[in-house]
């Protein structure tokens, strides 16, 4: 990563929190900014953790999500889709928002 | 180049500024409004979910006794015993085998997890045993067809889907359940 891209960085996350953080952002169900809309919109990928259980994970730019799979029962849901330490399917397609990091 | 160095380090500096003093405005604030909105995975189970501006935050949303709240279930067959085994036995007759193999062979899931249930009739402990001997027969079906098992289960006769006090109500509650995941 070089200076410009730093900067950019910098700059954005500034923005951001002049957005949100300082006009006190009271609805945590909306993602706002450029790529504004409804949580409930997510798209989700699943990420194998070091037992071989899933989760489902978000990368919506600048906010990742993470949350248990779990069935029915409440107990993890280890598929075996992929190999522990790997993250499959479209976890960051929810936004058009490119992740520098 | 050396100008937009500058600007960087400027920018850099100012962000960590704003970071400072959110921290200190969460640290003021005791006792914030939290309220999160719904995410539904592609399994159709809620999650809690919130944005803070920058930070996202997701929890499964489950029942006071950890039972996922979910918009329709993953659950793609249940198997009547009685279609599969004799009372008492865990061994599956030839038919039954059959029927499974066609099942599993067309399911087309990812993998799936077997959970075998009774009915209240004989004590717990016996039933949490065929419970489970019973999934296991069933797995172990699935697996002669080259599908994946990702967890077998006996929960004997502590999740009854219907009453045990008709005849009727024990035939639904002797079942092995099949949860497709894909």
């Known amino acids: 990563m070089n200076i410009s891209k730093i900067a950019l960085l910098a700059v954005l996350g500034l923005g951001l929190a002049a957005c949100d953080e300082f006009g006190d952002k009271k609805d945590k169900t909306v993602d706002r900014f450029v790529d504004a809309k409804d949580l409930s919109q997510l798209k989700?990928?699943?990420?194998?953790?070091?037992?071989?259980?899933?989760?489902?994970?978000?990368d919506d730019g600048i906010e990742g999500y993470l949350s248990a799979r779990l069935d029915p029962y409440g107990k993890p849901v280890c598929s075996g889709a992929g190999a522990p330490n790997t993250a499959i399917g479209p976890f960051n397609k929810g936004t058009s928002i490119p992740d520098p990091i | 180049?050396?100008?937009?160095?500058?600007?960087?380090?400027?920018?850099?500096?100012?962000?960590?500024?704003?970071?400072?003093?959110?921290?200190?405005a969460g640290q003021a604030s005791a006792q914030a409004a939290y309220v999160p909105g719904?995410?539904?995975d592609p399994d159709g189970c809620e999650h809690w979910v919130m944005d803070d501006g920058w930070e996202g935050y997701m929890s499964p949303h489950t029942n006071r006794q950890g039972i996922p709240v979910c918009r329709r279930g993953n659950t793609c067959a249940v198997m009547n015993s009685d279609q599969l085994f004799a009372t008492d036995s865990y061994r599956i007759h030839a038919q039954g085998q059959q029927m499974l193999a066609q099942f599993f062979r067309s399911a087309?899931?990812?993998?799936?997890?077997?959970?075998?249930?009774t009915d209240s009739?004989?004590?717990?402990?016996?039933?949490?045993?065929?419970?489970?001997?019973?999934?296991?027969?069933?797995?172990?079906?699935?697996?002669?067809?080259?599908?994946?098992?990702a967890?077998?289960?006996?929960?004997?006769?502590?999740?009854?889907k219907a009453s045990n006090g008709t005849h009727a109500g024990m035939a639904v509650n002797r079942r092995v359940e099949i949860i497709c995941i894909r």
């Open chain 1, 44 to 58: 989700a990928g699943i990420w194998i953790d070091p037992n071989g259980c899933d989760h489902w994970i978000i």
């Open chain 2, 1 to 24: 180049m050396l100008n937009l160095a500058n600007a960087a380090r400027v920018a850099l500096g100012a962000a960590i500024v704003a970071a400072a003093s959110v921290l200190a």
């Open chain 2, 38 to 40: 719904i995410w539904v």
């Open chain 2, 108 to 117: 087309g899931a990812t993998s799936y997890i077997i959970a075998g249930h």
């Open chain 2, 121 to 149: 009739r004989a004590s717990d402990e016996y039933n949490m045993r065929l419970s489970i001997n019973r999934a296991n027969s069933v797995a172990r079906v699935a697996q002669g067809v080259g599908a994946r098992i």
């Open chain 2, 151 to 160: 967890d077998v289960r006996g929960y004997g006769e502590r999740i009854p």
